[in-house]
């Protein structure tokens, strides 16, 4: 059974910074893209952010040049550092493994909030 837990998030002020966690079990975390996606209220969910097994990353461009997605192996587990946030980065964050054409491959987790505040 797969499992993603997220975690990390809260409330910021604009232009703070916060860095979510997510860890996976029930999958082989080393071959899988991982990714994380956010959901804003009225909006569709996202993908933000992923990186590959070997470490190439991609972001969105919204996001790019102040976020940073990382991963440890070792851990199952990825990173998301959120860095100059905004007001528009407030939504739940999920983690996921990517598949074909960025869809997630797994039910999701129960998500982390972040609230960035103006």
């Known amino acids: 059974q797969v499992q993603l837990v997220e975690s990390g998030g809260g409330l910021v002020q604009a232009g703070g910074s916060l860095r979510l966690s997510c860890t996976a079990s029930g999958i082989v975390f080393s071959i899988n893209t991982m990714g994380w996606f956010r959901q804003a209220p009225g909006k569709q969910r996202e993908l933000v952010a992923q990186?590959?097994?070997?470490?190439?990353?991609n972001y969105a461009d919204s996001v790019k040049g102040r976020f940073t997605i990382s991963r440890d192996n070792s851990k199952n587990t990825v990173y998301l550092q959120m860095n100059s946030l905004k007001p528009e980065d407030t939504a739940v964050y999920y983690c996921?493994?990517?598949?074909?054409?960025?869809?997630?491959?797994?039910?999701w987790g129960q998500g982390t909030q972040v609230t960035v505040s103006s």
């Open positions: 996921n493994a990517v598949g074909r054409m960025n869809y997630p491959k797994h039910d």
């Open positions: 990186i590959t097994p070997r470490g190439t990353t």
